[in-house]
């Protein structure tokens, strides 16, 4: 096609349909660079902006939407709980006792001794008990993470209504619950005293429960090694 035909054929186009540089382009099989120069004095309406921009933006909203659904139906592969709570929506409340109750049974299984806070909103939800040790446990249900892996919050409330993180001293270790995957993530204070908002779940930490027995062993050193310097 020669170049005037084109260029008004170009300009028809972008007058009467409003099509982007890129559609023209593609309609008269010619270079976006050149449809760029014939129809540089004639600019889209503010209208069709407005529209495209809406439309590019409720598209990007679904394929977020769809990813995440797909992630969290591939988390929920082989959970045996998975017909309880599918299509069901749950309070904060009611997520934080199932977080608890899925850790319960594990410290359980694990033979642990457990006393748990009789006050909601305690920072410290349970403390587990081995051989006169005492661990501080705080559980937090596994939020669902916009681009990946699920997530645990690493704040709490400081009293003013306003969110902190968890400093040294207040817990040892902190268990996020992944209700979808039926999992439990584990963390050290150690591991997330770096972090200020949140800790990933990951393979990583999923089910790593020798964490427990790895900080009861070194507790029991620390009391070996200060009983040893008092004797002295």
Same mark, same amino acid.
């Not at 300009?11 to 023209?24: C, K, V, W």
């Not at 598209?59 to 069901?88: H, M, N, T, V």
């Not at 681009?147 to 207040?170: A, D, F, I, W």
């Not at 992944?178 to 393979?203: G, P, Q, S």
């Given at each position: 096609?020669? @170049?005037?035909?084109?260029? +008004?054929?170009?300009?028809?186009?972008?007058? $009467?349909?409003?099509?982007?540089?890129?559609?023209?382009? %593609?309609? !008269?099989?010619?270079? @976006?660079?050149?449809?760029?120069?014939?129809?540089?004095?004639?600019?889209?309406?503010?209208?069709?902006?407005?529209?495209?921009?809406?439309?590019?933006?409720?598209?990007?909203?679904?394929?977020?939407?769809?990813?995440?659904?797909?992630?969290? &139906?591939?988390?929920?592969?082989? %959970?045996?709980?998975?017909?309880?709570?599918?299509?069901?929506?749950?309070?904060?409340?009611?997520?934080? @006792?199932?977080?608890? +109750?899925? *850790?319960?049974?594990?410290? &359980?299984?694990?033979?642990? #001794? *457990?006393?748990? %806070?009789? =006050?909601?909103?305690?920072?410290?939800?349970?403390?587990? %008990?081995?051989?006169?040790?005492?661990?501080?446990?705080? *559980?937090? /249900?596994?939020?669902?993470?916009?681009?990946?892996?699920?997530?645990?919050?690493?704040?709490?409330?400081?009293?003013?209504?306003?969110?902190?993180?968890?400093?040294?001293?207040? !817990? $040892? *270790?902190?268990?996020? =619950?992944?209700?979808?995957?039926?999992?439990?993530?584990? /963390?050290? =204070?150690?591991?997330?005293?770096?972090?200020?908002?949140?800790?990933?779940?990951?393979?990583?930490?999923?089910?790593?429960? $020798?964490? !427990?027995?790895?900080? /009861? #062993?070194?507790?029991?050193?620390?009391?070996?090694?200060?009983?040893?310097?008092?004797?002295?």
């Amino acid at each position: 096609m020669a @170049k005037p035909a084109a260029q +008004a054929q170009a300009i028809q186009l972008r007058i $009467d349909e409003q099509l982007s540089l890129a559609a023209i382009a %593609s309609r !008269l099989k010619v270079s @976006k660079s050149s449809v760029s120069k014939w129809v540089r004095k004639y600019p889209l309406s503010t209208e069709t902006l407005t529209a495209r921009q809406e439309c590019a933006i409720n598209l990007s909203i679904d394929i977020r939407r769809q990813k995440r659904a797909r992630r969290e &139906a591939e988390r929920a592969i082989g %959970s045996p709980y998975r017909r309880l709570f599918d299509g069901r929506a749950y309070t904060s409340s009611e997520k934080g @006792k199932i977080a608890e +109750a899925a *850790v319960l049974l594990r410290l &359980a299984m694990l033979q642990l #001794e *457990v006393y748990k %806070s009789f =006050f909601d909103g305690d920072k410290i939800d349970m403390i587990v %008990s081995k051989d006169g040790i005492l661990m501080k446990l705080q *559980v937090r /249900f596994a939020r669902a993470g916009r681009h990946g892996n699920p997530y645990v919050s690493l704040q709490c409330s400081n009293g003013r209504k306003k969110m902190r993180t968890y400093t040294q001293g207040e !817990l $040892d *270790v902190l268990i996020g =619950f992944d209700m979808l995957a039926n999992t439990c993530h584990v /963390f050290h =204070f150690d591991e997330i005293k770096a972090n200020r908002r949140c800790a990933t779940c990951n393979k990583e930490n999923a089910e790593t429960w $020798d964490k !427990l027995e790895t900080w /009861f #062993e070194s507790r029991q050193e620390d009391q070996v090694c200060a009983t040893m310097i008092v004797g002295r």
